[in-house]
C-alpha cells in the first residue's frame, strides 16, 4: 500500500495506525462471525471471545513479564489473531482447543521471533496447523451445534471437501456425491459445514469488499489466488470431471475465501512488491488443488500459506522494484 511506504524528508503524517488497520479487519470479520454464531449457536461465540481473550492475555503477560518491554496489545493485533483462530476452528470445538491454539500462535509463533512486524509465519495459521497435528479427530468433528434463534439451519457431517475426498476414495464418483446437497446456493450462502469462518462466502466477500474500499490491502493476492485455483482446477476438472471437482466449487468451499483475503494479506507475511504478491498468490494457489487433490489431508489452504511465508524474504529480496532514475539494463 503506497500510502504507508516511507520515503525521504519532509514526511507526511497519515492517520494509518496498527490499532486503525486492525480495527477495520475486525469490522471486516464481523459478518462472518455473526453468521458463525448465528449458524452454530452459542459454541461459536465462546471460541471467539475466549480466544480474543487468551491471545491478549497472553501477548500482555510476555511483553510485561517475560520480554520486559512496552505493552502493545492495545493495537488490537493479538485480538485479530484470536478471531481468525476461532473461524479457523469447528464451531463446537471444546475452549480448551482455542486456549492451547492461541497460546502457541502469540507464544511460539508471535513473540519468539519479536512481536508484531517480526514473525516470520501467519500466528494464527500457526496455531491452526499445530492443533490439527496435535488434535486431528477435535479439529476435523464436525457436529450439530444447534443454530441459534432458529434462523439458519444447523449441520452435522462432514465437510463438502471431506465428503468429496472420501467419497472418491471408496470409489464414487462426483455426481454421485454431488447429486443431492452441495449444489451452488449452499456454497454461496449458509448451508455449507466446516469451520466457523467458512459457512458463508457472501459474508467473507462483504468483508473482502470493506477491506478493498477503506485500502487496508490490495486485491493483487486474493485475486491471484483465485485466478490460480480456478484455471489449474478447471483444467483438472475438464480433463476429468468424474474424479475433479469443478473451479467454483473450490473457490467457495473450504478454507479459501478466508485465508485468501484474510491471512495470505497480511503485511508482515506477505511480499511488499506487486511482482513478489503475485509469484506469493500463484504459489499458495497451486499448493492449494495440488492438496486438495492429491493429498492426504481435504484442505490445503492452511499449509500451502504457511510454506509461502517462508518464501516470502526470498520474493522480497528478487522482486525489488527498480530505483528511481536507474537505467533499465
Not at 139 to 160: C, E, K, L, Q, R
Not at 194 to 201: D, K, M, N, P, R
Not at 283 to 311: C, D, H, K, Q
Request: glycine share 10%; with cysteine.
Amino acid at each position: 500500500m503506497n500510502k504507508l511506504f516511507v520515503s525521504p524528508s519532509p514526511h507526511t503524517h497519515g492517520s494509518e495506525s496498527t490499532q486503525t488497520i486492525m480495527r477495520d479487519v475486525l469490522i471486516a470479520l464481523a459478518p462472518a462471525m455473526l453468521v458463525s454464531v448465528l449458524a452454530s449457536g452459542w459454541s461459536a461465540l465462546v471460541l471467539i471471545l475466549v480466544g480474543v481473550a487468551t491471545c491478549v492475555l497472553t501477548e500482555f503477560l510476555i511483553q510485561k513479564y517475560l520480554l520486559k518491554v512496552p505493552v502493545t496489545v492495545c493495537d488490537l493485533s493479538a485480538a485479530v489473531t484470536g478471531c481468525l483462530l476461532a473461524l479457523n476452528l469447528p464451531p463446537a470445538a471444546p475452549w480448551w482447543l482455542i486456549v492451547i491454539g492461541s497460546i502457541v500462535a502469540i507464544g511460539v509463533a508471535k513473540m519468539t521471533f519479536g512481536g508484531l512486524g517480526q514473525n516470520i509465519f501467519n500466528p494464527a495459521l500457526v496455531g491452526r496447523v499445530f492443533l490439527l497435528v496435535s488434535f486431528p479427530v477435535l479439529m476435523t468433528t464436525w457436529n450439530d451445534t444447534g443454530a441459534m434463534f432458529g434462523i439458519v439451519d444447523a449441520f452435522s457431517g462432514a465437510t463438502p471437501l471431506g465428503a468429496v475426498k472420501e467419497g472418491l476414495a471408496n470409489g464414487m464418483t462426483l455426481s454421485q456425491l454431488t447429486a443431492d446437497d452441495l449444489t451452488f446456493r449452499q456454497q454461496f450462502f449458509f448451508n455449507v459445514g466446516g469451520s466457523a469462518g467458512e459457512l458463508s462466502a457472501v459474508a467473507l466477500i462483504l468483508g473482502f469488499i470493506y477491506l478493498l474500499c477503506r485500502r487496508v490491502i490490495k486485491a493483487t493476492i486474493p485475486v491471484t489466488i483465485f485466478c490460480t485455483v480456478f484455471v489449474i482446477s478447471g483444467i483438472f476438472w475438464l480433463a476429468n470431471p468424474e474424479r475433479f471437482t469443478n473451479p467454483v466449487f473450490n473457490l467457495f468451499t473450504g478454507g479459501l475465501l478466508l485465508g485468501a483475503i484474510f491471512m495470505a494479506t497480511d503485511y508482515v507475511t506477505s511480499p511488499m512488491t506487486t511482482k513478489g504478491q503475485i509469484i506469493f498468490g500463484i504459489g499458495i494457489g497451486l499448493i492449494t488443488v495440488f492438496v486438495r487433490y492429491f493429498g492426504s489431508y481435504p484442505e490445503g489452504v492452511s499449509f500451502a500459506i504457511l510454506i509461502m511465508n517462508s518464501t516470502v524474504p526470498l520474493l522480497n529480496k528478487y522482486c525489488k522494484p527498480r530505483r528511481f532514475g536507474e537505467v533499465k539494463k
